[in-house]
C-alpha cells in the first residue's frame, strides 16, 4: 500500500495523469530537451520516457517510433517561432518600422531559444531529412511570407525601399544574420578573441544587422540603392 502512493507524497505526477494532450506535451517537451542536447543521433528513447515521467509504450503510441517524435519537435519548434512572429503586427506599421521589429525579433528570438538553434543545427546534419517530411512546417511559412510581400510592396510603393525584392530571399537573409551569430557564436568569440555572448556585445550586434537590412531596403532621393 505504501508504494501504491509514493509518487504522490514526492509531489510528482502519476504517469498517464492529466489526459492525452497533457502527457503528449510533456513527452514533446521532454524530446526537445533531450535532441537539442544529444542531436537526433544521440538522443535515446528511454531517457526522453525517463524525463517525461512515463513509459516508451507511450510514445510510441503518439508518435510511432524516435523518427516520428522527432518530426514532431520540429514542427513543435517551429510552430512556437511563428506564433510569436504573428503578434508583431507589423502590417499595422510603416514599412522601415516593420522591418525593424521583424528584424529585432528574430535577433531576439534567436538569442532566447537556444534550444531551437541547436534543433535546426542538427536538423542541418541530415539535410533537411526529417523537416521534409513535415506538410506543416512548409505552411507555416505561407503566411509569414505573404506580410513581408505585404510590407515590401507598401515600402515600395511610398518610395521607402526599393523595388523588386523577392520576399523569400528576404526573410533567408534576415534569418541568416540572427542565425549564424548564435549558432557559431562560441567559435567567432574564439577566432577573435571577443566574447560575442557579452550583453554589450549582442546588443551591438543587434543594432548592427537592423541598420545592415534597412540600408540594404532604402533608397536615394535619386530612386537609387541608398549608400552610406
Known sequence: MGGVNRSRRRGRP???????ELSKQRILDAATAEFAQNGFGGARINEIARRADTNKRMLYHYFGGKDGLYVAVLEDAYGAFRMAERKLSIDDLAPDEGVRRLVEFTFDYCAENP???????????YRGRHVRKSARVRSLYSPLIETIERLLERGSKDGTFRNGIDPVRFYISVAS???????????????????????????AQRRHVVDLVLSALRLDRGGRLARK
Open 14 to 20: 502519476r504517469r498517464g495523469t492529466g489526459g492525452p
Open 115 to 125: 534550444r531551437f538553434i541547436a534543433l535546426l543545427n542538427n536538423e542541418n546534419l
Open 177 to 203: 544574420l540572427a542565425y549564424f551569430y548564435f549558432s557559431n557564436v562560441h567559435t567567432l568569440s574564439a577566432a577573435f578573441g571577443r566574447d560575442f555572448t557579452a550583453a554589450a556585445e549582442r546588443k
